[in-house]
């Protein structure tokens, strides 16, 4: 179990989430065109960038960021995750001129965020995810690991893009 805040407030996660120098669990989630993604469709280099709510402006502003980040580094699959519909997320997309990144939905099932350690039990946000980014290399062993230590805090852009 990990401990993050939101607003100072103590909540905790199910667990841990994967350690630098582990591989990553491989997962399915759902994009936008309402079709599975895995961890083991990414080829290269993958940041996946977890959050509570596309609907929140920590959330958007750090999506808009990866997305800028992404249209120079079109070899890098960057992955948004997120407990959202399929249909929100494409709506923010079309909404935001949001062409870079894939956001990817844990609306079928929570699984993702379980087996990353991620999920929030207590709490407001209790069912959603924290925030955190990871970088995996093409094995998908993590190179970059931050788990947000305040939920209403954007991660450190410079870290995970220093390790892409």
């Not at 909540?11 to 309402?34: C, Q, R, S, W, Y």
């Not at 895995?38 to 996946?48: H, R």
């Not at 062993?141 to 390790?163: N, Q, R, S, T």
Request: with cysteine.
């Amino acid at each position: 179990m990990a401990t993050v805040k939101l607003k100072g407030n103590e909540i905790h996660t199910n667990g841990t989430m994967p350690e630098v120098g582990n591989k990553a669990p491989d997962f399915k989630l759902t994009n936008t065109e309402l079709e599975d993604v895995t961890l083991s469709d990414c080829k290269g280099t993958t940041v996946i960038s977890i959050f509570p709510s596309i609907d929140t402006p920590v959330c958007a502003l750090s999506t808009k960021k990866f997305n800028d980040h992404a249209r120079k580094h079109p070899d890098i699959n960057f992955l948004m995750v997120a407990v959202d519909t399929p249909f929100a997320m494409a709506r923010f997309c079309a909404n935001e001129g949001i062409e870079n990144v894939k956001l990817l939905s844990m609306f079928r099932d929570k699984k993702f965020a379980e087996d990353y350690g991620l999920l929030i039990t207590d709490g407001p946000l209790a069912g959603v995810s924290a925030r955190a980014v990871l970088v995996l290399n093409e094995n998908h062993v993590v190179k970059h690991a931050e788990l947000v230590d305040e939920i209403g805090k954007e991660p450190d852009y410079d870290a995970a893009f220093a390790a892409c």
